[in-house]
């Protein structure tokens, strides 16, 4: 259950700069327009402080974090639907991501040009957002011919969802995102399968200038405005100071630093941290002496499920899980407390797992 993040915006806003922050891997940032020509794919961890608060209460030999796979994809120009710049295929890219995290430069500096000629955040969201909208629109109506033929020959599912997709035409054709559009949860099915770029959940990343990491600047505002009103997620990072703070080895180093620059935490923990609830991620522990572990799932996912995350072995022979809620094991201190105050649960295959609930999964292979 690899989920992918994309990382997209306009050629040099510093995308690859946040990449490399959060990545296990390293991709190559360069102040040349489209120098990037393949995408960097890497693992990034989910800060989770309820690890270190868990450990307080149990030694363990090792901390794990829980992984989101996020994808840095070549920057995009006006007209990359037709091949400009790098062009179509990184379209491709995006088509296999969960979630995006668009990037916007909010940042001035001479001496890296813009290749539209100036710094304009709202201007670079729309050429994006355009050429995404370019895309949907050739799959909205290539399914609408298919559909068509359906209809012809005496289809009446088909003629339902040419409805619906002409709506989507209408909507994108105006410039308009898909995700925007209203339409009921069981009509969604004749588009779900054309995984549409402007349909996928997104995050806007505004990326300043050092001095404005802390209160944002007149470019962040211009987004704000242009976004407002449609419960977009937008988060100011200071691409540069976050490229250094990750090259610190200390933590300690990285606090102070931290502290200088006015920050409570790094930028880019913010933006993984939502990165994660867009993707509707959910986390659950394991807590022993061995390891102490987050572990992803989606929201909804029964107690087998979750175990299979962790092996399919113990989906397939799943009993039962024990299950202890986050605050009653902080607050109450061990599993024996909890036991003691009626806060131990045992719980079948059908139980929903709740984010931070603690499990020990039974099973027998
Ligand atoms: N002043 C300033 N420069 C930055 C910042 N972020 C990135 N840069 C510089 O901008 C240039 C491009 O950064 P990249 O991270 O490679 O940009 P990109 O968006 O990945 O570009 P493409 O891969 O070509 O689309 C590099 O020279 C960076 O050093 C920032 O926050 N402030
Ligand atoms: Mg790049």
Redesign the pocket.
């Known amino acids: 259950m690899a989920l992918q993040c994309g990382i997209i915006?306009i050629?040099?806003?510093?995308?690859?700069?946040i990449f490399n922050c959060i990545s296990n891997t390293k991709g190559e940032?360069?102040?040349f327009?489209?120098?990037?020509t393949k995408s960097n794919i890497g693992v990034i961890q989910v800060p989770d402080s309820r690890l270190y608060e868990l450990e307080k209460h149990q030694v363990t030999e090792k901390i794990v974090h829980t992984t989101v796979e996020i994808v840095?994809i070549?920057?995009l120009a006006r007209g990359s639907n037709k091949g400009e710049g790098v062009g179509n295929k990184f379209l491709g890219d995006i088509r296999n991501t969960d979630a995006l995290i668009h990037?916007l430069r909010c940042?001035d500096?001479d001496a890296?040009p813009h290749i539209d000629g100036s710094v304009d955040p709202v201007r670079d969201m729309e050429t994006v957002d355009f050429e995404l909208q370019v895309k949907d629109l050739e799959s909205v109506g290539k399914k609408l011919q298919r559909l068509e033929k359906l209809v012809k020959a005496g289809d009446k599912d088909a003629r339902h969802g040419i409805d619906v997709l002409n709506r989507y035409s209408d909507h994108i054709g105006n410039f308009n995102n898909a995700r925007t559009l209203e339409v009921k949860e069981e009509d969604k099915r004749h588009v779900n399968d054309l995984f549409l770029l402007t349909m996928k959940p997104v995050m806007y990343v505004c990326?300043?200038?050092e001095k404005s990491a802390v209160t944002g600047n007149k470019y962040v505002e211009r987004v704000k405005e242009a976004l407002g009103g449609k419960d977009a997620e937008i988060i100011v990072i200071?691409?540069?100071i976050e490229a250094e703070i990750a090259e610190l080895e200390s933590s300690d180093d990285r606090m102070a630093f931290l502290k200088d620059a006015g920050l409570a935490e790094p930028g880019v923990d913010k933006m993984v941290k939502a990165a994660y609830k867009m993707l509707n991620l959910q986390t659950f522990f394991t807590v022993g002496p061995k390891e102490i572990r987050a572990w992803t799932i989606k929201k909804g996912m029964t107690a087998p499920q979750a175990a299979g995350v962790i092996h399919s072995d113990l989906e397939r022979g799943f009993i039962r899980a024990e299950v202890m809620r986050y605050h009653d094991f902080i607050t109450l201190g061990s599993e024996h407390a909890c036991k003691e105050a009626g806060k131990f649960f045992i719980e079948g295959k059908t139980y929903v797992v709740d984010d931070g609930d603690i499990l020990h999964i039974r099973f027998n292979v």
Request: proline share 4%; net charge negative.
């Open positions: 915006g050629t040099n806003v510093g995308k690859t700069t940032t360069n102040a327009a489209f120098s990037a840095d070549p920057g990037v940042f500096n890296l990326n300043v200038d200071a691409g540069a």
